[in-house]
Nanobody, 123 residues
Framework: VQLQASGGGSVQAGDSLRLSCVVS????????MGWFRQSPGMERTFVSA????????HYADSVKGRFTVSRDNGKNTVYLQMNSLKPEDTDVYYC?????????????????WGQGTQVTVSS
């Protein structure tokens, strides 16, 4: 199973970005999907997640109301729409896939990880 994240970039505070993560080589429609982010020297932290059907979503408090996670099972793709970006959102963003029950914030329960995409927000 391979995950390919894209859509990062350098933007100004208040701008928007949409991250995409394409999953290949597996059964995407059965995976719960998550987004995490990480700064150099820091732990990878939870951002958002969506269940395999799309019926359940979960967000970190720091992004609630600004970020929206969605998926297209026909395209094997999960998205993270990021609005009203802040400098503190600057990080490398990773997508991850879990074959287990939906437990969105538990990093250890994700089985597959993408390579990360850099998001830089300047003030």
């Amino acid at each position: 199973v391979q995950l390919q994240a894209s859509g990062g970039g350098s933007v100004q505070a208040g701008d928007s970005l949409r991250l995409s993560c394409v999953v290949s080589g597996g059964s995407f429609s059965t995976y719960n999907m998550g987004w995490f982010r990480q700064s150099p020297g820091m732990e990878r932290t939870f951002v958002s997640a969506i269940s395999w059907s799309g019926a359940s979503t979960h967000y970190a408090d720091s992004v609630k109301g600004r970020f929206t996670v969605s998926r297209d099972n026909g395209k094997n793709t999960v998205y993270l729409q990021m609005n009203s970006l802040k400098p503190e959102d600057t990080d490398v963003y990773y997508c991850a896939a879990s074959t287990r029950d939906f437990n969105p914030t538990a990093r250890a329960l994700y089985d597959y990880w993408g390579q990360g995409t850099q998001v830089t927000v300047s003030s």
